[in-house]
């Protein structure tokens, strides 16, 4: 069953809620973050804390930090912080809805891990977050083929790779 997700990613979905002006310039291929010392921090979070595990890239889309086999299929993400919660879920929950709805893998269980704070929180997907993923599809599709949304300042800006892209 194919839904047409399958051009939108995982940073799309993060990006979504955390600002339309970064996702828009993220998605015309203005990628600022690779050198960004937050993106190489939390790089090197990952790295360290799961040293014998890998990522897996997934169609080019999804790129889940990893994944294990148990009586389900577990896909784990690894986040610096709970900061960005709402928009940490929201991607791992897009990867399990693509991980059921284009690759037909069932029974699938996802795990946000917080090494910092050692916590770890279970995300289910149920019928009414395939939903909203629904309409955050659409609503990011519309973004992409509208203009760039006007940069609206927020406490996290500073901390961006595109700060000064938005604000200079």
Not at 108 to 121: A, E, H, M
Not at 143 to 162: E, H, L, N, V
Request: net charge positive; charged share 30%.
């Amino acid at each position: 069953m194919n839904f047409m997700i399958s051009k939108i990613n995982g940073t799309q979905i993060n990006y979504y809620f955390i600002c339309k002006t970064k996702l828009w310039l993220f998605s015309h291929n203005i990628q600022l973050e690779d050198e960004h010392e937050n993106v190489k921090l939390g790089k090197f979070l990952h790295e360290t804390s799961f040293k014998r595990e890998k990522d897996f890239l997934i169609d080019n889309l999804i790129n889940v930090d990893f994944i294990k086999i148990t009586d389900s299929v577990e896909i784990h993400e690894v986040k610096k912080s709970q900061k960005m919660n709402l928009a940490n879920e929201y991607q791992l929950l897009y990867y399990m809805f693509y991980l059921e709805h284009e690759k037909d893998i069932k029974n699938v269980v996802g795990f946000l891990n917080y090494p910092n704070s050692r916590k770890k929180k279970k995300i289910t997907l149920t019928k009414e977050k395939e939903r909203e993923l629904f309409e955050i599809i659409e609503n990011i599709k519309n973004i992409f083929d509208s203009s760039m949304p006007k940069p609206k300042k927020k406490r996290i800006c500073s901390k961006c790779a595109y700060f000064e892209f938005c604000f200079s």
